[in-house]
């Protein structure tokens, strides 16, 4: 009924800049909070960064003053700026979304991640 399409993500030298990007599209009425999550190799995954529909925003200590998520509420997108990559921000990276479908019910999505490499 939802998807949700990440992209941006690739290989970067540390202290370099990536920008993702992720898309939602189907039943929408409209989308509560999103957030950005990543998993490393081996790792469990974790926040990195939440936005709500206001604008709101948290981040994870490891990414703050570093990262900035943003979204259009207008064509369902949600953003996350990426700047001084470190290696350890490698990692898959999820979109993840509250949706309110057409109908007046609400379904948790995850999209399927984007790989971000930086070497040192």
């Known amino acids: 009924q939802v998807q949700l399409v990440e992209s941006g993500g690739g290989l970067v030298q540390a202290g370099g800049s990536l920008r993702l990007s992720c898309s939602a599209s189907?039943?929408?009425?409209?989308?509560?909070?999103m957030g950005w999550y990543r998993q490393a190799p081996g790792k469990q995954r974790e926040l990195a960064a939440t936005?709500?529909?206001?604008?709101?925003?948290n981040y994870a200590d490891s990414v703050k003053g570093r990262f900035t998520i943003s979204r259009d509420n207008a064509n369902n997108t949600m953003y996350l700026q990426m700047n001084s990559l470190k290696p350890e921000d490698t990692a898959v990276y999820y979109c993840?979304?509250?949706?309110?479908?057409?109908?007046?019910?609400?379904?948790?999505?995850w999209g399927q991640g984007t790989q971000v490499t930086v070497s040192s």
């Open positions: 936005i709500t529909r206001g604008g709101s925003t």
């Open positions: 189907g039943n929408i009425f409209n989308i509560n909070d």
């Open positions: 993840n979304a509250d949706i309110r479908h057409f109908g007046n019910y609400y379904t948790n999505y």
